[in-house]
């Protein structure tokens, strides 16, 4: 079967999904409270931001929680440009811009549901 280049783009951003799985319930429920509270004013925001408000432990990680949220539809964040670098590490490498969608804050928002459930469930079998 051959693929259009959306869905060949599709399917490319799910497998980098699944092997970028890694990162931890800690991690991803920080960087989730940061994009949706970075993304709720609407303007763009970047790695920059993040490493400005997050430990860098979870910074470690913001990179394969991004691979997780791009490439989906429907679209979670949108790329809207570059700004260099605040990590001394990057050398002035550009980052991407991102805006959260409507999309992505839903996403976000049932995940959050997601894992107070799972702890209350947790909090009662104990």
């Known amino acids: 079967m051959t693929l259009t280049f959306e869905q060949a783009r599709l399917q490319a951003a799910a497998d980098i999904r699944a092997r970028y799985s ?27 931001d993040i490493r400005l408000i997050v430990p860098e432990d979870s910074c470690r990680n913001a990179g394969l929680y991004f691979h997780g949220l791009l490439g989906r539809d429907p679209e979670l964040l949108r790329v809207t440009g570059e700004e260099k670098s605040i990590n001394d590490r990057a050398h002035g490498k550009p980052v991407k811009t991102y805006v959260l969608t409507k999309a992505g804050r839903r996403f976000i928002a049932e995940r959050r549901a997601t894992r107070t459930t799972e702890a209350a469930g947790r909090s009662a079998a104990a």
């Open 22 to 48: 890694s990162i931890s319930t800690w991690d991803a429920a920080v960087l989730d409270q940061v994009v949706e509270a970075l993304g709720s004013t609407g303007r763009p925001f970047s790695m920059n």
